[in-house]
Nanobody
Framework: QVQLVESGGGSVQAGGSLRLSCRAS????????MGWFRQAPGKEREGVAG???????IYADSVKGRFTISRDSGKNTLYLQMNSLTPEDTAMYYC?????????????????WGQGTQVTVSS
């Protein structure tokens, strides 16, 4: 069983930055895709970014050039550096693991989920 714990959320003004972390425990196949999703009130959960150990990285169009995903496999930790934040980035951010390599940021592909960390961006 894989457990995921996110941290690093908070409140920031527009234009600011935050760095999210996700610590994973349990066995994670080295080829697994680890990803970030977010869900704003009244909206569906959407993929933000994903990364696997084969070197594949996926970003949602809305965050390209502003967010950077990285992964420290030795520490079983996933990161999301978020720059140039806007109020539209306000959401609960979730870490997730797909037991196969990254192909798409679809919630149905991901098998394990964290509890989320809240990000609030004020204008």
């Amino acid at each position: 069983q894989v457990q995921l714990v996110e941290s690093g959320g908070g409140s920031v003004q527009a234009g600011g930055s935050l760095r999210l972390s996700c610590r994973a425990s349990g066995y994670i196949y080295s080829g697994s895709c680890m990803g970030w999703f977010r869900q704003a009130p009244g909206k569906e959960r959407e993929g933000v970014a994903g990364i696997d150990t084969f070197g594949r990285i996926i970003y949602a169009d809305s965050v390209k050039g502003r967010f950077t995903i990285s992964r420290d496999s030795g520490k079983n930790t996933l990161y999301l550096q978020m720059n140039s934040l806007t109020p539209e980035d306000t959401a609960m951010y979730y870490c997730a693991v797909d037991r196969s390599r990254c192909t798409e940021l679809s919630t149905g592909r991901f098998d394990y989920w964290g509890q989320g960390t809240q990000v609030t961006v004020s204008s």
